[in-house]
């Protein structure tokens, strides 16, 4: 069995990473390969189907056969967004290495400009979004509430308003690879690895075709994602609460002392005892629910799985390849 991976060298890799898109990827194919043709260079488009249940994979099979610029790099299921382009990464074999997603809300014309700014030296350029188009309100609101908590609560500086589009050195792609962890948040993970890094702005189109595969559970365990693999701040703010819980619970009781010794009343009240009772048992449930976090990713990490299982890798052209990861 050769490793086919190897075996070809080209400059560009284009990542789509994609779970059920079978009514966008004909246009997605047609777009990428218009802008690809005009770069001036070999390029090899990695389509990662994740898990998907409709005929994306076969279509991407069909496009191969006539096309040696095609791969399909099949997972055995879905095992994400973020983890389809960590498997495109280890796979791709381009000098510059990018990210987009395959709905064309990430205009592909932008590669063009993408490259251009590598070739001036930069070894990471984002696309950041300065408008989204055709978007509902709460995805809007949300979206952008998650990235000024991400960046109120990190220490590294994830660029706001960024998402996985994106063009990476190959120097870059290497650091990417020696990082195992599990619950992944990759555009943070390219912020930590550093290098020249630099953006380009855009307007982000509406979906082609097709539904959201982010509904609002996955974005709450992106977001988590996000906080949990860049900063403690969480954990601590749990001492941060108690200090301040216990302060507050420390003058009350000066106060109701007060009341005792200087008053023919004493401090009185069920209802402000219950409201108490629940709000310091609330307070510590959620703390024992942000430690739950952390100890669950620290469980993921010692399981030590791989982070994704490819069931076929067939490269265009006629040629297939069947390979572990
Ligand atoms: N995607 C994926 N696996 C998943 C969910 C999404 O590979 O489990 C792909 C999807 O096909 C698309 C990209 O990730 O190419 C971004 O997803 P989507 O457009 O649904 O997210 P949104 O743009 O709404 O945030
Ligand atoms: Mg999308």
Redesign the pocket.
């Known amino acids: 069995m050769t490793d086919q991976r190897n075996t070809k060298q080209v400059r560009y890799s284009v990542i789509i990473?994609?779970?059920n898109?079978e009514a966008v990827i004909t246009e997605t194919y047609r777009r990428l390969k218009q802008v690809m043709n005009g770069m001036g260079g070999s390029y090899e488009l990695i389509f990662v189907n994740?898990g998907s249940k409709d005929r994306s994979a076969a279509m991407i099979r069909e496009f191969g056969r006539s096309d040696d610029t095609v791969m399909l790099l099949d997972l055995s299921r879905?095992f994400?967004?973020q983890l389809?382009i960590t498997a495109g990464m280890d796979y791709a074999s381009g000098d510059a290495v990018i990210v987009i997603?395959?709905?064309l809300?990430d205009p592909p014309e932008l590669i063009a400009d993408m490259a251009a700014k590598w070739q001036q030296g930069f070894d990471v350029v984002y696309a950041k979004r300065i408008k989204r188009n055709g978007e509902t309100l709460f995805k809007k609101w949300s979206a952008s509430l998650f990235y000024r908590v991400l960046r109120a609560s990190t220490e590294i500086s994830i660029p706001v308003d960024t998402g996985d589009f994106r063009l990476m050195d190959r120097r870059v792609v290497e650091e990417l690879k020696r990082l195992p962890e599990n619950n992944r948040f990759v555009r943070g993970l390219v912020s930590w690895v550093g290098f020249r890094q630099t953006a380009i702005e855009y307007e982000r189109d509406e979906?082609l075709a097709g539904v959201?595969?982010?509904p609002l559970k996955r974005m709450i365990k992106l977001c988590l994602d996000g906080i949990a693999s860049f900063s403690y701040k969480p954990l601590k703010l749990a001492g941060y609460l108690g200090a301040l819980l216990s302060l507050a619970g420390f003058l009350f009781l000066i106060y109701a002392i007060g009341v005792k010794l200087f008053t023919d009343t004493v401090a009185k009240g069920w209802t402000s005892m219950i409201s108490l009772q629940l709000i310091f048992n609330g307070v510590i449930l959620i703390m024992l629910g942000i430690i739950g976090e952390y100890v669950g990713r620290i469980y993921d990490e010692t399981k030590a799985r791989p982070l994704y299982i490819v069931r076929e890798c067939v490269i265009g052209g006629g040629l297939e390849d069947p390979q572990d990861p």
């Open positions: 990473p994609m779970y898109e994740d879905n994400g967004h389809a997603d395959a709905d809300q979906r959201t595969k982010y």
